[in-house]
């Protein structure tokens, strides 16, 4: 089976290459994947493949083998671009303006059709289920995967576990990575408006100045990770925008301020929004202000199931040779597939697209991000192989 699934997707690369790019010259934001989903779906309905369609642009497919009972696997992509202008000088370069997919989705959706064609020509030469799971807005909270499981994704069938990857920019074509355990950081956002006492700038007694205040509270902020945080425990808070003012001579009457919160522990997590929540409010009120502050809860932490991962690894090797397969480093980015991995067994890895020679070596949510398309015949083939290969737990 194994040898006729890469054969497969051997077979299929060319038609996966103008798949890509059809997609990534028409890129579409987060929630407005509509003419994205179209396309899934008229892939699927040409294959004989059902689906539905849930949240909105999400298209979930049923691929039924031998024995459909036996266990349900599922494999999700998103769907989702940036608002980014792209600067690639490339024939499928984005039709959009303003909009690309910089981060490779375009790719994950393409490794998935790859994948579910492969499946369907196979059908009678597996056993289980597969779930096609073609998400909308990944790149933007509250995260399509939480959509799409509050409307029951993960049920009807339960799937006993899901598989996802994600291009890769630093690892070469060729190769994938892995991880057990905890891989991606959780995501919240922080928003804050520090409001004071507008008034001249030569008379600062007189206002209640909230620039400075606000620059009292990013170094207090950021001593709540130097100081209340077990060092051996990531996490990073970046305060990313501060607005406030428009003149030389105006004390202003509000500064806002903006940042992200990523941790790799979900209980720190939220003993740090407690922090976050205490600090703000007690600097700025000492300092004669008042603060407005509201933290948007993003994304968790993604952790990947050990036993599946294991066993995926494994199977990877089997699949691409164990000398192309390597450990993933755990990174502070974050992925709304952590919702997925909260509710069953996840594994999220890793696809190589950097190739040197041709010059693909921009890294993802940049505007000449690009890649490999020698790595979606690996990604669909090892998606498909995953799906049919993989034991459920007993």
């Known amino acids: 089976m194994q040898e006729r699934i890469q054969q497969l997707a051997n077979t299929y690369l060319p038609e996966l290459i103008t798949w890509r790019r059809h997609l990534h010259q028409h890129p579409e934001l987060s929630y407005q994947e509509f003419e ?15 689906f539905q369609v849930m949240a909105g642009t999400g298209v979930i497919g049923l691929i039924k083998g031998k024995n459909p009972a036996i266990k ?16 690639n000088e490339v024939v499928y ?7 690309m997919h910089a981060c490779g989705h375009d790719v994950h959706t393409t490794c998935l059709l790859g994948a579910a064609k492969i499946l369907q020509e196979t059908i009678e030469e597996w056993e289980g289920t597969v779930k096609l799971i073609f998400q ?22 339960r799937p006993d576990g899901i598989f996802a990857l994600h291009v890769h920019t630093t690892l070469e074509t060729g190769k994938v990575s892995f991880r057990s355990g905890k891989v991606m950081a959780s995501a919240d956002e922080i928003y804050i408006t520090v409001h004071g006492k507008g008034g001249h700038a030569a008379s600062p007694h007189a206002a209640i100045d909230p620039i400075l205040i ?52 979900e209980k720190w997590r939220f003993e740090a929004h407690e922090l976050i929540r205490n600090t703000t409010e007690q600097l700025v009120s000492s300092m004669g202000g008042k603060a407005d502050l509201h933290i948007d809860i993003g994304y968790p932490c993604v952790v990947n199931e050990v036993n599946l991962t294991t066993q995926a690894q494994q199977l990877a090797s089997a699949y691409l040779g164990e000398s192309n397969v390597s450990e993933t480093e755990i990174r502070m980015g974050a992925e709304d597939f952590g919702f ?5 067994p996840a594994c999220f890895f890793r696809l190589g697209t950097q190739n040197m020679e041709k010059g693909i070596v921009h890294g ?9 398309e020698a790595a979606l015949e690996i990604g669909a083939g ?13």
């Not at 994205?36 to 004989?48: C, I, M, R, S, Y």
Request: glycine share 6%; with cysteine.
């Open 364 to 372: 993802v949510h940049t505007s000449k991000f690009d890649v490999d």
């Open 72 to 87: 349900t696997i599922a494999l999700r992509a998103d769907l989702d671009a940036l608002p980014i202008q792209e600067e």
């Open 340 to 344: 997925y991995a909260q509710k069953i």
């Open 93 to 99: 370069r984005s039709c959009k303006p303003g909009i």
């Open 382 to 394: 090892l998606l498909a192989w995953l799906a049919v290969a993989e034991k459920p737990a007993s």
């Open 36 to 50: 994205t989903a179209t396309f899934v779906q008229d892939k699927l309905n040409e294959w004989g493949i059902p």
């Open 214 to 265: 606000s620059a009292q509270l990013i170094t207090a902020l950021q001593q709540l990770i130097s100081r209340r945080n077990d060092p051996f425990n990531p996490c990073v808070l970046s305060i990313t925008s501060i607005q406030g003012g428009n003149t030389t001579n105006v004390i202003p009457d509000q500064v806002k301020l903006m940042g992200t919160f990523r941790a790799l522990n």
């Open 136 to 157: 909308p807005g990944e790149e933007k909270n509250p995260g399509g995967a939480s959509l799409l499981i509050k409307e029951g994704v993960l049920e009807n069938p």
